[in-house]
């Protein structure tokens, strides 16, 4: 009772510094600048209707397709081995999500960082990895977030890790474990300065388990951005190849 009285009380006085915060400081969007009545959310309502959600998604790598169909591959992967199981990816590459990601990728932005939690967790709460989970004939298996891990410059250069926190995030919403499973066995070429072919070529074997993965887990990949879809296959195959039975991946974009 008196812990519920204590809580009852900090969350008061949680919303009354938030409040006096937003009076000394007005909510802005973080992509037009104007103030915005939407405390907690980083885009005003008129940017944030602009966003390009992918309705409709091939159901292997996620890319936007006019009709999802059942399941054979688009013209995106078609011919292509892919270890992952399905790219889920919230939103296309371009406009107000390109920006509101170059932005989180700077370290300590909170905003945004709850902002793609919140989003990426309602969509696996929706989705496969969660429908699987509930099916009693399945096998009961260990769910595992995992992040895609940063490139070694840039957690020198920039500082936290974004996609380790928003990972960390997601867990904490959904309560899933979360561990850093991957990391890199070798730096390679930024994917922004290669071509299609080359990306694809630059991204095989690169991941490496860092240490044990559970036998038969589920793991969901966390990711901002997808663009040919090679680097969250090699994560996959790595993990596979350590034991996990299935990688889902969700992603804030994808890139086409
Ligand atoms: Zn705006
Ligand atoms: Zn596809």
Not at 86 to 113: H, T
């Amino acid at each position: 009772m008196f812990q519920n009285f204590f809580s009852s009380i900090s969350k008061f006085r949680r919303l009354a510094i938030n409040s006096y915060l937003d009076l000394l400081f007005p909510p802005f969007c973080r992509y037009c600048r104007s103030e915005h009545e939407r405390p907690g959310n980083p885009l005003c309502a008129h940017c944030e209707a602009h966003v390009e959600w992918i309705h409709f998604r091939c159901l292997l790598c996620g890319a936007p397709v006019l009709n999802p169909g059942k399941g054979e591959k688009c013209i995106e992967c078609r011919g292509r081995r892919l270890y992952f199981d399905s790219n889920n990816s919230l939103a296309l590459y371009s406009g107000v999500i390109r920006d509101l990601i170059l932005q989180f990728k700077k370290p300590n932005d909170p905003e945004i960082l709850n902002y793609f939690s919140e989003l990426i967790s309602g969509f696996i709460h929706q989705n496969s990895a969660v429908r699987l989970l509930k099916n009693s004939n399945a096998p009961r298996r260990e769910v595992i977030l995992v992040p895609i891990p940063t490139r070694f410059f840039k957690r020198v250069l920039k500082g936290d890790p974004a996609m380790e926190m928003l990972t960390q995030s997601i867990g904490k919403r959904l309560g899933f474990q979360v561990k850093n499973l991957l990391k890199r066995s070798r730096n390679v070429s930024k994917q922004s300065e290669l071509n299609r072919e080359s990306r694809i070529k630059n991204q095989s074997k690169v991941f490496v388990v860092r240490k044990a993965v559970p036998k038969n887990s589920s793991v969901i990949l966390i990711d901002d951005v997808v663009t040919t879809c090679a680097t969250i296959s090699d994560a996959a195959r790595a993990l596979k190849k350590a034991g996990a039975s299935s990688v889902h991946v969700y992603s804030v974009a994808r890139s086409i």
